[in-house]
């Protein structure tokens, strides 16, 4: 078992590109969520999914795009990036809702907008 | 909205020091709490957690106990390692929540 995997580990962009990052998971977990984590400020929750073809939003949508089409994979895409985007961003899941089920982390991109 | 506040980090401690790190809460209702901590490089792990009052959650020689009457969680070591060295997040959710609220975290350093 890999658990949660995420790729890259690290990226610098200009201002204005776009990227996705992906996250992959071999636990067939229905719950997927996307944290970023800045100085000072815990995480927060930008996108999550409760299974394939599903996704809602969170705490700090704005600038993200997701989409579920398979169970293992939820990438976030950065549509036109910003340096206030610059973060660690954390991919988790889990078999069920958070309130009920442990949430597995993967180990994080940490991505630069110049 | 719910929130999750922790003490300010960081903390230093010299190994087998008594640790508390200090977590209150504010939510409606009656949420659940846990301690996740993350060590240098690496994502969370769940450490412990509790889902109702006076709940004692507990792993690895942490320890931390649900309660309602002071909306605290507060996790405690009796003798801390090095390996112990790691950034300690309180977060709860509510029923039925689809995310975990975070603290800020709390840097702590175990000196050998």
């Known amino acids: 078992n890999a658990g949660v995997t995420q790729t890259p580990k690290f990226q610098v962009l200009k201002t204005g590109q776009s990227m996705t990052l992906q996250c992959a998971q071999d636990?067939?977990?229905?719950?997927m969520s996307w944290y970023r984590q800045d100085p000072g400020m815990g995480l927060r929750l930008i996108h999550y999914?409760?299974?394939?073809?599903?996704?809602d939003q969170g705490e700090v949508p704005n600038g993200y795009n997701v989409s579920r089409s398979t169970t293992e994979d939820f990438p976030l895409r950065l549509l036109s990036a910003a340096p206030s985007q610059t973060s660690v961003y954390f991919c988790?899941?889990?078999?069920?809702?958070?309130?009920?089920?442990?949430?597995?982390f993967g180990p994080g991109t940490r991505l630069t907008v110049l | 909205g719910d929130s999750v506040t922790q003490m300010e980090g960081p903390v230093t401690l010299s190994e087998e020091a008594f640790l508390t790190i200090n977590c209150t809460y504010t939510?409606?209702?009656?949420?659940?709490l846990f301690w996740y901590v993350q060590y240098p490089g690496e994502g969370l792990q769940l450490l412990l957690k509790?889902?109702?009052?006076?709940d004692k959650g507990s792993n690895k020689g942490f320890e931390a106990t649900y309660r309602k009457e002071t909306t605290s969680f507060h996790l405690e070591k009796g003798s801390v390692q090095v390996s112990d060295s790691a950034v300690y997040f309180c977060a709860l959710t509510q029923g039925g929540s689809e995310k975990l609220v975070f603290g800020k975290g709390t840097k702590l350093t175990v000196n050998p």
């Open positions: 999914s409760v299974g394939a073809g599903i996704t």
């Open positions: 988790a899941s889990s078999s069920a809702s958070p309130s009920t089920d442990t949430q597995y």
């Open positions: 509790a889902t109702k009052a006076d």
């Open positions: 636990m067939n977990h229905e719950y």
């Open positions: 939510a409606t209702g009656y949420p659940s």
